[in-house]
């Protein structure tokens, strides 16, 4: 199984809502991201998760809030967005073993619209 | 920080190659490259790390210039199921090695025509 799935696949928010994006993934990886892509542009990535600790946190505003409960799955909880946070949110996973890099595997990505 | 590719976009005839580059103002620990098709996830396509080691796609080749902190993608006998964004995807090197901060570069687009 090398799947990540994330849940739900369509968003429809407004801007006083609260809502959370999920990950899963059941390959025994370590390392899970979360990355922001607009159209056209490629994969921006927001935060990293190594061995259920947030290690990497890329100056994202506080109204995206990660949250990983255990090895695998990862949350993101969404807060008072603003239109301009529509994109599509991807998730990824990798074994993360400390010193050694892997290839990361990608979810189908929500898409996330703010109004 | 962000690498940047070149080129931003190029229109294949099937059967052709073709060479996207990847450049980093910084230090590599390694390289990866993945695919991504319009309204679809990136796919993996390679990883090459420093010192050497190398894994990934059988008809897809790859080389990474440590020194010059470069790395090239080859596409050769190119198919129509090429067609996609392709991104280089760099990390930087930290204590202990890697670090896990996986940074997507500029992107190239390719179109395989028949």
């Known amino acids: 199984d090398t799947e990540v799935t994330q849940t739900p696949k369509h968003l429809v928010m407004g801007m006083t809502n609260k809502k959370s994006l999920k990950c899963e993934q059941h390959?025994?990886?370590?390392?899970m991201y979360w990355y922001k892509q607009k159209a056209k542009k490629p994969p921006e990535l927001m935060f990293v998760?190594?061995?259920?600790?947030?290690?990497i946190n890329e100056s994202v505003p506080s109204r995206f809030s990660p949250e990983c409960p255990n090895s695998s799955l990862l949350n993101l909880h969404l807060h008072a967005l603003q239109p301009e946070d529509s994109a599509l949110y991807l998730c990824?996973?990798?074994?993360?073993?400390?010193?050694?890099?892997?290839?990361?595997?990608f979810g189908q990505g929500t898409r996330l619209t703010v109004v | 920080q962000q690498p940047v590719q070149s080129p931003q976009a190029v229109i294949l005839r099937e059967g052709e190659d073709a060479v996207i580059n990847c450049s980093s103002s910084?230090?590599?620990?390694?390289v990866h490259w993945y695919r991504q098709k319009h309204g679809e996830a990136p796919v993996f396509l390679m990883i090459?790390?420093?010192?050497?080691e190398q894994k990934g796609h059988e008809k897809i080749s790859a080389s990474f210039n440590e020194k010059k902190q470069q790395s090239s993608l080859y596409l050769t006998a190119s198919q129509l199921s090429y067609s996609g964004t392709y991104f280089c995807?760099?990390?930087?090197?930290?204590?202990?090695?890697?670090?896990?901060?996986?940074?997507f570069g500029t992107g190239t687009l390719l179109a395989v025509q028949p």
């Open positions: 990824a996973s990798s074994q993360g073993r400390q010193g050694k890099n892997t290839e990361a595997f």
């Open positions: 390959m025994g990886h370590r390392a």
């Open positions: 998760y190594s061995y259920e600790k947030l290690s």
């Open positions: 910084k230090a590599l620990y390694s």
């Open positions: 090459l790390l420093k010192g050497g």
């Open positions: 995807g760099t990390e930087y090197s930290g204590y202990g090695g890697a670090t896990n901060k996986l940074i």
